[in-house]
């Protein structure tokens, strides 16, 4: 059974950056991601990275967020630059089912709890 535990989040000024870290136990080699949810919005994949390394990122944060992941630690990170009001919002980190990977939010089925991020104007 995947545990994901994440943390980082915090509040922050318009253009402030954090990072969100995401250890996960378990088997973690496919598609993990960072998926956010804000009230009253629906939730978005944000970025995620398959199991060869290769990255897939929503155009709302391209070029501001980085997605990574040390499989040695098992842990999957997200580099957030330049951050705005619009990223305010819980974030989670999310292990996809197999074989599958790319921005939609009902590929994964297991989730952390929840890290917020809040950026204030």
């Known amino acids: 059974q995947v545990q994901l535990v994440e943390s980082g989040g915090g509040s922050v000024q318009t253009g402030g950056s954090l990072r969100l870290s995401c250890v996960a136990s378990?088997?973690?080699?496919?598609?993990m991601g960072w998926i956010r949810q804000a009230p009253g919005k629906e939730r978005e994949v944000v970025a995620s990275?398959?199991?060869?390394?290769?990255?897939y990122v929503a155009a709302s944060v391209k070029g501001r967020f980085t997605v990574s992941k040390d499989n040695a630690a098992n842990t999957l990170y997200l580099e957030m630059i330049n951050l705005q009001p619009d990223d305010t919002a819980t974030y989670y980190c999310?292990?996809?089912?197999?074989?599958?990977?790319?921005?939609?939010?009902?590929?994964?089925?297991?989730w952390g709890q929840g890290t917020q991020v809040t950026v204030s104007s």
């Open positions: 378990g088997d973690t080699t496919g598609c």
């Open positions: 990275i398959d199991r060869n390394g290769n990255t």
């Open positions: 999310a292990v996809a089912r197999p074989w599958v990977c790319g921005l939609i939010v009902h590929i994964f089925e297991t």
